[in-house]
């Protein structure tokens, strides 16, 4: 066996046996080495050949399930989300502690709000059931929807009402089911015709305006109550049908010459909830002014209701059978000492027939429509050029002014042409004359200290005046949209600030800045009518029936009413801006259908002011082009 063997260093391993003199001197030279060694530091490979291998200290590791992480690293990623989400909500804390200025958008202005209330008025049968009315001449008449209420009514003093409407008539010749729609004022007639214009009024104002009835959150709102009443319409004639012969136009009875013994809608004081007396239906089987009046509600209501195509449809076809019978069975609905004579007279179906015309036009795209609603023959009979005291007052009875507004509309933005632009021209000329005449430069009306005597200083003037603010915003809107600052009143320019001014004027005077100081409509600031003539909010809701003569005690009471009407403008001051309070005096405190219509087209149109524009676009939407589109243009030429 050798005496060698490997240094695991490299080098050979010897036994040496020198002797041991070698061996102390080597001791001696090793001693010096090693001082001389200690006196510098050791490396670490050095430091391991000293001491051998070191204990080290074994690893913790946390099973986190899908991965393995060091269990240090772990507890530091920890530790840190829990800092940063602790620092975190010190710094929420702070912020939401430390008092900020907000910008809050503007309060409402005074338009909006009352259009709010105005709008609450037509609730009668809808969930808010508070009321619809109409104007009329006479007689009062007071007004709210009628039949079974929604669930989510919640005018407290209503409840259903007359349920058998149209059933209890044994010949078959009227429709059966007339449960709906909207009682005039605060009795519980529902005339058509003057329905059938408020209908179109609000269309035209959600056609024109909804983008501030959806600024304001009225857009649903309104359109429900229009849906409420052309649901209704629909079933006053057979609307399935491409040709009718009769028309229903009235619901109820307001006839006073039998005295008090004949109980009725006029006679008897009583709430509609506990009406136990007939209600006779009254059709027509020539009357054009009302089956075109509502030929424009149903045309109208279809451009509102365009995003629903079935209902559009149906209200379409609707109005087209409608129009047939208006131009095949020429009459007037009140003639003949009818019912509706007395409080509702129509002078005429031809400015029915241009008005009618242009909403049939603008809901199918048909230029027969057009042509003849721009019919220099039609425009003539419909009184476009006699002039006369009502000349430009728009109204239930006078659709004229309105619908020279609305064929101006065309001019302006489609440029239809021959054969058309003639009495379009004329009809702009007229809408320019007619806005002059409101503007207190000029003597066409007379004016109390606020407001324009549109009826000449007769009874119920409020309607008239609003409807006139309407049309002057609308077309001083019409006139901005088409890049046109003003319009001419003979030598003199006028802007569409002055026209907007008058609007805001006449509707102010209805909200409050009149002589008396008094808002006209009810509900709207803190002085405003009490005895207001309407049979529901006259009576408690005391589980108590009132007969029909039972009730007077009520009707004649000077204390203010139970209920308060909310939203419902009173027929107006007289031609000295007085006002009388008084529940039987109709001709101050009345509020109708038409009446509240106009006001909401007008409050729409003013609230809010320029900042949500005219839609320019929507009432053309089933409109075609007017002219052909052009050949494209030919390849270029190659040689």
């Given at each position: 066996?050798?005496?060698?063997?490997?240094?695991?260093?490299?080098?050979?391993?010897?036994?040496?046996?020198?002797?041991?003199?070698?061996?102390?001197?080597?001791?001696?030279?090793?001693?010096?080495?090693?001082?001389?060694?200690?006196?510098?530091?050791?490396?670490?490979?050095?430091?391991?050949?000293?001491?051998?291998?070191?204990?080290?200290?074994?690893?913790?590791?946390?099973?986190?399930?899908?991965?393995?992480?060091?269990?240090?690293?772990?507890?530091?990623?920890?530790?840190?989300?829990?800092?940063?989400?602790?620092?975190?909500?010190?710094?929420?804390?702070?912020?939401?502690?430390?008092?900020?200025?907000?910008?809050?958008?503007?309060?409402?202005?005074?338009?909006?709000?009352?259009?709010?209330?105005?709008?609450?008025?037509?609730?009668?049968?809808?969930?808010?059931?508070?009321?619809?009315?109409?104007?009329?001449?006479?007689?009062?008449?007071?007004?709210?929807?009628?039949?079974?209420?929604?669930?989510?009514?919640?005018?407290?003093?209503?409840?259903?009402?007359?349920?058998?409407?149209?059933?209890?008539?044994?010949?078959?010749?009227?429709?059966?089911?007339?449960?709906?729609?909207?009682?005039?004022?605060?009795?519980?007639?529902?005339?058509?015709?003057?329905?059938?214009?408020?209908?179109?009024?609000?269309?035209?104002?959600?056609?024109?305006?909804?983008?501030?009835?959806?600024?304001?959150?009225?857009?649903?709102?309104?359109?429900?109550?229009?849906?409420?009443?052309?649901?209704?319409?629909?079933?006053?004639?057979?609307?399935?049908?491409?040709?009718?012969?009769?028309?229903?136009?009235?619901?109820?009875?307001?006839?006073?010459?039998?005295?008090?013994?004949?109980?009725?809608?006029?006679?008897?004081?009583?709430r509609p909830e506990d009406i136990d007396y007939p209600?006779?239906?009254?059709?027509?089987?020539?009357?054009?002014?009302?089956?075109?009046?509502?030929?424009?509600?149903?045309?109208?209501?279809?451009?509102?209701?365009?995003?629903?195509?079935?209902?559009?449809?149906?209200?379409?076809?609707?109005?087209?059978?409608?129009?047939?019978?208006?131009?095949?069975?020429?009459?007037?609905?009140?003639?003949?000492?009818?019912?509706?004579?007395?409080?509702?007279?129509?002078?005429?179906?031809?400015?029915?027939?241009?008005?009618?015309?242009?909403?049939?036009?603008?809901?199918?795209?048909?230029?027969?429509?057009?042509?003849?609603?721009?019919?220099?023959?039609?425009?003539?009979?419909?009184?476009?050029?006699?002039?006369?005291?009502?000349?430009?007052?728009?109204?239930?009875?006078?659709?004229?002014?309105?619908?020279?507004?609305?064929?101006?509309?065309?001019?302006?933005?489609?440029?239809?042409?021959?054969?058309?632009?003639?009495?379009?021209?004329?009809?702009?000329?007229?809408?320019?004359?007619?806005?002059?005449?409101?503007?207190?430069?000029?003597?066409?009306?007379?004016?109390?200290?606020?407001?324009?005597?549109?009826?000449?200083?007769?009874?119920?003037?409020?309607?008239?005046?609003?409807?006139?603010?309407?049309?002057?915003?609308?077309?001083?809107?019409?006139?901005?949209?088409?890049?046109?600052?003003?319009?001419?009143?003979?030598?003199?320019?006028?802007?569409?600030?002055?026209?907007?001014?008058?609007?805001?004027?006449?509707?102010?005077?209805?909200?409050?800045?009149?002589?008396?100081?008094?808002?006209?409509?009810?509900?709207?600031?803190?002085?405003?009518?009490?005895?207001?003539?309407?049979?529901?909010?006259?009576?408690?809701?005391?589980?108590?029936?009132?007969?029909?003569?039972g009730g007077y005690k009520w009707r004649n009471s000077?204390?203010?009413?139970?209920?308060?009407?909310?939203?419902?403008?009173?027929?107006?001051?007289?031609?000295?801006?007085?006002?009388?309070?008084?529940?039987?005096?109709?001709?101050?405190?009345?509020?109708?259908?038409?009446?509240?219509?106009?006001?909401?087209?007008?409050?729409?149109?003013?609230?809010?002011?320029?900042?949500?524009?005219?839609?320019?676009?929507?009432?053309?939407?089933?409109?075609?082009?007017?002219?052909?589109?052009?050949?494209?243009?030919p390849a270029p030429w190659k040689p």
């Amino acid at each position: 066996m050798s005496m060698y063997g490997r240094d695991p260093w490299g080098g050979p391993l010897e036994i040496n046996t020198a002797d041991s003199a070698t061996d102390d001197d080597r001791s001696r030279n090793l001693n010096d080495f090693d001082r001389a060694a200690l006196s510098r530091p050791l490396d670490e490979t050095q430091q391991s050949w000293l001491l051998g291998p070191g204990e080290q200290k074994k690893k913790r590791y946390v099973d986190l399930g899908c991965i393995i992480v060091s269990r240090k690293i772990f507890i530091w990623t920890i530790g840190t989300i829990l800092a940063a989400g602790f620092i975190a909500g010190i710094i929420t804390v702070i912020v939401k502690n430390v008092p900020r200025h907000h910008k809050h958008p503007p309060a409402p202005d005074n338009y909006t709000i009352a259009l709010h209330k105005a709008l609450m008025f037509f609730n009668a049968q809808k969930y808010l059931m508070f009321f619809c009315l109409i104007p009329y001449s006479s007689v009062a008449i007071d007004s709210f929807s009628a039949g079974k209420l929604p669930r989510h009514n919640n005018v407290s003093w209503r409840g259903n009402s007359c349920l058998n409407d149209g059933k209890s008539d044994k010949s078959g010749a009227v429709m059966k089911d007339l449960v709906g729609g909207y009682y005039d004022a605060g009795d519980a007639i529902k005339f058509h015709f003057p329905q059938a214009w408020a209908m179109t009024l609000l269309s035209w104002s959600v056609i024109e305006y909804s983008g501030k009835y959806e600024a304001v959150g009225e857009l649903a709102h309104v359109r429900d109550i229009i849906k409420w009443g052309t649901d209704y319409f629909l079933k006053t004639f057979n609307s399935s049908a491409d040709s009718i012969s009769q028309l229903v136009a009235q619901v109820g009875n307001g006839d006073t010459s039998g005295g008090t013994s004949d109980p009725n809608d006029q006679t008897c004081w009583m709430r509609p909830e506990d009406i136990d007396y007939p209600r006779p239906v009254t059709t027509c089987s020539s009357c054009s002014d009302l089956a075109a009046e509502m030929a424009a509600a149903l045309a109208s209501a279809s451009i509102v209701f365009k995003d629903n195509k079935i209902y559009s449809k149906k209200l379409v076809h609707g109005a087209e059978t409608l129009w047939k019978f208006a131009r095949d069975q020429r009459g007037l609905y009140s003639g003949g000492g009818s019912d509706a004579a007395t409080y509702y007279n129509s002078s005429m179906y031809w400015d029915e027939f241009v008005w009618g015309g242009a909403w049939m036009y603008y809901a199918t795209g048909n230029q027969s429509y057009l042509y003849l609603a721009s019919h220099p023959t039609l425009a003539k009979h419909a009184g476009a050029f006699k002039g006369g005291p009502n000349y430009g007052v728009f109204s239930w009875d006078n659709k004229l002014p309105g619908a020279q507004v609305l064929l101006t509309r065309l001019r302006l933005f489609l440029s239809p042409g021959y054969p058309y632009e003639q009495t379009l021209k004329t009809f702009h000329n007229q809408t320019s004359i007619i806005m002059c005449s409101y503007l207190p430069y000029f003597t066409s009306f007379n004016r109390t200290r606020g407001m324009i005597q549109l009826n000449h200083g007769n009874t119920q003037p409020l309607q008239y005046v609003a409807n006139a603010a309407f049309l002057a915003t609308l077309f001083s809107d019409y006139l901005d949209a088409a890049d046109t600052p003003g319009w001419y009143c003979g030598p003199n320019f006028y802007s569409t600030d002055v026209l907007r001014k008058f609007a805001e004027t006449q509707i102010d005077y209805i909200l409050g800045k009149n002589p008396r100081k008094m808002s006209y409509v009810v509900g709207f600031g803190n002085h405003y009518p009490k005895h207001v003539h309407h049979r529901g909010a006259s009576i408690p809701k005391n589980k108590i029936k009132y007969s029909c003569k039972g009730g007077y005690k009520w009707r004649n009471s000077k204390k203010p009413n139970p209920n308060i009407i909310f939203g419902a403008m009173v027929a107006g001051p007289d031609r000295h801006d007085g006002f009388h309070d008084v529940r039987m005096n109709y001709n101050y405190t009345e509020p109708t259908l038409a009446g509240n219509a106009g006001l909401v087209a007008a409050l729409v149109a003013l609230s809010g002011g320029r900042t949500v524009k005219v839609d320019k676009n929507t009432i053309f939407s089933a409109v075609p082009p007017m002219f052909p589109t052009p050949p494209p243009p030919p390849a270029p030429w190659k040689p």
